[in-house]
């Protein structure tokens, strides 16, 4: 079992900064790939990016490529989201999730553990 808890959400102008992190615990998350998805009222969860624990490689969303960095730190087992120059359609709540696919899969029913969500407004 892995437990994932995100923090690092609020409110935020548009155009602003805000980072995400991701803290897992239990079994060793090194087994695991992380995945950022975020869901907007009324809308489906939608994926935004992910990384490969073991070599850092990362995909993102067209929606938020260029803009979105994730990273890592394997000692402290957390995994970021650096989001810059938001918009106001970057309001949602944010899930960190993991996946054992090898790969970094967009759909979430590929992802086998998720956090609770943290909520991202962004409005002047």
């Known amino acids: 079992q892995v437990q994932l808890v995100e923090s690092g959400g609020g409110l935020v102008q548009p155009g602003g900064s805000l980072t995400l992190s991701c803290v897992a615990s239990?079994?060793?998350?090194?087994?695991?790939?992380r995945g950022w998805f975020r869901q907007a009222p009324g809308k489906e969860r939608e994926f935004v990016g992910g990384i490969i624990w073991s070599d850092g490689s990362t995909d993102y969303a067209d929606s938020v490529k260029g803009r979105f960095t994730i990273s890592s730190d394997n000692a402290k087992n957390t995994v970021y989201l650096q989001m810059n120059g938001l918009q106001p359609e970057d309001t949602a709540v944010y899930y960190c999730?993991?996946?054992?696919?090898?790969?970094?899969?967009?759909?979430?029913?590929?992802?086998?553990?998720w956090g609770q969500g943290t909520q991202v407004t962004v409005s002047s």
């Open positions: 239990g079994r060793p998350s090194s087994s695991f790939d």
């Open positions: 999730a993991a996946s054992r696919m090898g790969w970094i899969p967009r759909r979430k029913s590929q992802y086998t553990y």
